[in-house]
């Protein structure tokens, strides 16, 4: 943080930098938290991943096509972008713990009322209000992270984060294929909602209120819709929210599309689907630790541009392979999984960019960012399964987003002109 302070022998004030509230915690502290903050954004992905072993089934029990079941991701996405809109203002005016068990307590009952679903359109409807009580989750653990630290020490702390809540989406198909063994899919909305339960609870115990009383922002929705009107002033924030998005709408046409392209096109089983959906998980992971290292020696910029850039490479080579039909099976998955590596690097470093300068509105703007992320992968998944469900389809959804977010960054937030963060201090950050 900075403050004031009075120069030696004058009445002029200069910039001081405080330390953030993370660098006091000890080495312990820091790992608890980073787990607890793992569980919170794994709901996501848990909530996004774990029925889609289950896909095809669902189609054929609830009498639908593809994209009508796809449709039922779109609406989760849907509401996961509308709820970090809501519950993140509303973070903000009350603090992070109470809009936090207030919205897991809703994906719990939206979670056992999917269970029982009759209909594809109820179970989209239910889909929705699902992915609105996970937002609470998704968006509070973010702007946690930016209350505790910012700058350098937020994208190290965010890559660290990722490691944990990347084992979601690696078990998520794991862990849907093994109920599918011996329940219907019914019952991966149950298990959904016993989660939910082990969220509340380790909220409760192990989560403390990280936005003090003096630090909250008035309960005026004319306040939040100035900030909103501020953050989108922002052509840097604005574009690296777009950046983060179009990356994270590669991510999700290959969540939307890879369970019909490895099931239905190459005739894997739900257990292998899981494993080759587990093992292109594994790479993104160590792409998010091997950007811990990386940021000791560039910025957050050069990560960002360089893995766009190559992303962009390994998704035409994904799109040739998937077009000709060379290598089969793995001249679209090795690719692939290059794709989903370099989506590792980007991810952690455009919103630690974006956030740098808004620790004033940490939930307000990480709404805005999650939104966008959620919002534009909810604009992918239908696309994916209008373009046919095949390679080529999910390939060119996925080459697409690459294309768009390396030309925002380019022409839009130009990343060059941005300022390297200084690695030998605190980054400073708005006053509160």
Known sequence: MTALAQRPGGSATVPVVEPTPGESLSSWQRIRLILVLGTLIAVGPLTIDMYLPALPAISDDLQTTAAGVQLTLTGTLAGLAIGQLIIGPLSD????????????????????????????????????????????AAVIAMAVVRDMFSGIAFARVLSRLLLVMGVAPVLAPTLGSALLNWTHWRGVFAALAVLGLALIAVTALGLPETLPPHRRRPARVLDTLRVYRSLFRDRIFVGLVLV??????????????????????????????????GAGAVGMITATQLNVRLLR??????????????GLICGLILLGFAATNVGGLPGVLIPLWAVLAAAGFALPNAPALALAGHGEAAGTASAMLGAVQFGVGALAAPI?????????????????GVLAALIVLLVVVRPGRLPVPDRAAPTPVAPH
Do not use: K
């Open 93 to 136: 005016v009350w603090g992070r713990r109470r809009p936090l068990l207030v919205g897991t307590g809703l994906h719990v009952l939206a979670s056992v009322l999917c269970a029982v679903a009759p209909n594809i359109a109820v179970l989209g409807t239910l889909r929705i209000v699902q992915g609105f009580g996970a937002a609470a």
């Open 244 to 277: 983060a998005g179009f990356s994270m709408a590669s991510l999700f046409a290959y969540v939307a599309g890879s369970s019909f392209v490895l099931q239905d096109q190459y005739g894997l089983d739900e257990q292998q689907f899981g494993i080759a959906f």
């Open 297 to 310: 020696r560039y910025s957050p910029q050069q990560i960002l541009r360089t893995s766009l850039i190559a």
């Open 384 to 400: 994916v399964g209008l373009l046919g469900t095949g390679s080529i389809a999910m390939a060119t959804v996925i080459t697409g």
